[in-house]
């Protein structure tokens, strides 16, 4: 596949030296709506952008729709827990899309543990002509009013409006890792590191906890959930990740407290490569399932897994993202790079997958011809609108021109998040304070 | 099975050293890796940020990796053995000619004097395993990782659990003898050196290749290094917070 168009977040404009990022900057999550008119970007200072696509003209059909910044609202402040003297972070975890049923648009975003219903919608008329106040807003004289008019509607320039619907707080002791709208519409969980709660949209003073991990004796934790998603077309059914590598699929119709899973994945641990970091390495930090609900994808440090649904023993796809730091990863660990948490995405189809590394690369798999790519997102390696060439990190003691070494990753670079169009093969990929969008080259 | 390339670059002798220890892997300084894997951690676990929450998953992680390491220490038989030495000769002057040994060799080689060392060399002829002493001074930053880690796990606990966590934390890490006052200072100045060794490693300022914990590890390029030294600085003002609170306590 080969990538086109290039679009920059508009942040710190003012500022000249684009190298500059302020920590707030720093895009959290990225997601697209379902029809992938809209893509929502979350960043640490608590803030949502959300970018639409332009409509395709026939005057520039090379222009195949853009992203421009279509709303811009602060979701989260920062706050203070006065009980644990510790300050709760604005950063946005996650954002996800409701599916439209009106002309309004919904999404969910969440910090560490409050998650708001924010209702996204556009103004482009106002009404004029009122009786009792003048244009600009000021009471008329009653007695000067001799007539009577009705109100007109006019259109204005368009406004985007940010409103916060529903806040769902208090729920959550630990940090809030994800969050899953059901297939029902009406319902939504939100996990954090040991238990999950489920959400029904009109009602914030109350959730329903259906998992629960954590022991009576805090000192026996060994393991934490890192992910959870709802099974896109049955509302019954979940899957969570854990710290150690595994996934539990739940059926909330069993009982209330889903602690029995239904079905347990986990691959069993090759003893040749078993090393103190094991377990560390095959922490999931992703999981997402197959659009068509058959399968789930698995991230962790060095690899992603296809798994089906129906074998619970091991993965039937596994793609090395970059098994060259294999041999890092005690440096890894001790720059605490080893616990960054990828995410992974698949495209429309299910047919490829894609995930993040370092040095702002980040890797395509396709599953059908088994061929993967490289790809990386900098300006300074790559023009506007032109095609991005593969890149090649080598293991070896030769270095061919233009491969890149090891040792020469940059590992403050990490693309963790990614999101693939709904249909089409445009994809979003957040660089620390930058947004990248790539689309397939049009001939 | 543990990473090659992992060496404590302290000093010379190493290899002789490792062949007097009883029933420890073949594999030369293997245990001195498993060593510094596991003061890495213990440090780790202290250093988590107090302003905001610490990730519980990264503690989780940390913590399950030095459980690890202490199993198989106890396997090994190394824990006991290092813990019978521990309570022959429980002194704070061990600690100190630790803490000296350490950063001498790194300003030998870096051409500097270090007022005392020929009082430590003494020490160190006059001993046997520079793995017990280095044992010792992790014992002492377990003592710290108890004071703190209780907050780093359970932000919600009562005064019972806390009593409850650090008794378990006892079993696991083995009870410990209570150190005097004085090692309070070289508990900072432990947590500080090896502090001092990222710091060192990550801007790249090696004068040989066997300095810090990871031989594999090359000098990071510059645009990471203004990112891990600003990381560095970070943690170093939480070091600041840290030592308030032991010596508040």
Not at chain 1, 92 to 110: D, E, H, M, V
Not at chain 1, 271 to 284: A, C, K, L, T
Not at chain 1, 381 to 409: F, H, M, T, W
Request: charged letters at 25%.
């Amino acid at each position: 596949m080969e990538e086109d168009v290039e679009t920059r977040k508009i942040n710190s404009s003012f500022l000249r030296d684009h190298s500059y990022a302020t920590e707030a900057d720093i895009i959290s999550t990225v997601e697209f709506n379902h029809t992938g008119e809209l893509l929502a970007t979350g960043d640490k200072g608590g803030r949502v952008v959300i970018f639409q696509r332009e409509q395709e003209s026939k005057n520039q059909p090379h222009r195949r729709g853009e992203y421009n910044v279509y709303s811009t609202f602060q979701s989260h402040e920062p706050e203070f827990d006065y009980l644990k003297s510790l300050e709760i972070e604005e950063k946005i975890n996650k954002i996800r899309w409701l599916p439209q049923q009106n002309a309004a648009y919904f999404l969910l975003s969440t910090n560490d543990k409050t998650v708001k219903l924010w209702k996204v919608s556009e103004r482009d008329k106002r009404p004029e002509g009122y009786n009792l106040k003048d244009e600009d807003g000021r009471l008329r004289d009653p007695s000067m009013i001799t007539s009577l008019r009705v109100p007109v509607l006019r259109p204005m320039d368009l406004m985007v409006e940010a409103t916060p619907r529903r806040v769902f707080a208090n729920a959550h002791t630990y940090h809030i890792n994800s969050i899953s709208v059901n297939s029902d519409y009406e319902t939504y969980m939100s996990a954090d590191d040991l238990r999950i709660n489920l959400w029904n949209f009109e009602i914030t003073n109350q959730s329903f906890n259906i998992v629960d991990i954590k022991p009576a004796n805090m000192e026996e934790l060994t393991e934490v959930i890192t992910a959870a998603e709802f099974h896109p077309h049955h509302c019954n059914t979940f899957v969570y990740s854990s710290s150690k590598g595994t996934i539990r699929l739940c059926d909330m119709r069993t009982s209330a407290l889903c602690d029995r899973h239904a079905k347990f994945f986990e691959e069993p641990e090759d003893p040749s490569n078993r090393s103190f970091f094991s377990e560390i390495i095959s922490s999931i930090s992703d999981v997402k399932f197959s659009h068509s609900g058959r399968y789930i994808m698995t991230r962790d440090y060095l690899t992603v897994k296809v798994w089906d649904l129906n074998m619970e023993n091991r993965p039937i796809e596994t793609y090395q993202v970059h098994d060259y730091l294999r041999s890092k990863l005690c440096s890894l660990y001790e720059n605490d790079c080893i616990f960054d948490k990828f995410e992974c995405v698949w495209n429309g189809s299910d047919s490829v997958i894609m995930t993040g590394s370092y040095n702002n690369f980040f890797r395509m798999f396709d599953r059908n011809t088994k061929r993967d790519v490289t790809l990386e997102a900098s300006r300074e390696n790559s023009k506007p609108r032109a095609v991005l060439k593969p890149r090649k990190v080598c293991v070896g003691g030769k270095r061919r021109k233009d491969e890149i070494s090891v040792d020469s990753l940059d590992f403050s670079k990490k693309i963790l998040h990614t999101a693939w169009h709904p249909s089409e093969n445009i994809i979003a990929v957040a660089a620390t304070n930058n947004l990248y969008i790539f689309q397939d080259k049009v001939n | 099975m543990f990473m090659r390339g992992l060496k404590r670059k302290c000093f010379d002798g190493e290899e002789d050293i490792e062949e007097t220890l009883a029933g420890i892997k073949a594999i030369p300084s293997y245990n001195l890796q498993r060593q510094s894997l596991l003061d890495m951690s213990l440090v780790k676990l202290q250093l988590c940020h107090m302003l905001v929450e610490p990730n519980l998953c990264r503690s989780v992680l940390i913590a399950n990796t030095v459980r690890q390491i202490q199993e198989e220490m106890t396997q090994d038989g190394t824990w006991q053995m290092i813990n019978m030495q521990n309570t022959g000769q429980a002194s704070v002057d061990r600690l100190v000619s630790t803490d000296i040994l350490c950063r001498s060799s790194r300003e030998q080689a870096e051409g500097k004097h270090v007022p005392g060392y020929s009082t430590f060399s003494k020490d160190f002829e006059g001993d046997q395993a520079q793995d017990s002493s280095e044992t010792m001074s992790t014992a002492s930053s377990v003592q710290a990782l108890r004071n703190l880690q209780s907050n780093v796990w359970e932000m919600e606990n009562s005064q019972e659990n806390k009593g409850n966590f650090q008794k378990s934390l006892d079993q696991i890490f083995e009870t410990l003898e209570n150190k005097s006052p004085n090692s309070v200072e070289d508990l900072f100045s432990e947590v500080d050196n090896s502090y001092y060794d990222l710091d060192t490693m990550l801007t790249g300022m090696m004068s040989n290749t066997k300095m810090g914990h990871c031989d594999g590890l090359e000098p990071f390029p510059s645009p990471t290094t203004t990112t891990s030294s600003s990381n560095c600085k970070s943690d170093l003002n939480e070091l600041d917070h840290i030592v308030e609170i032991l010596v508040e306590s």
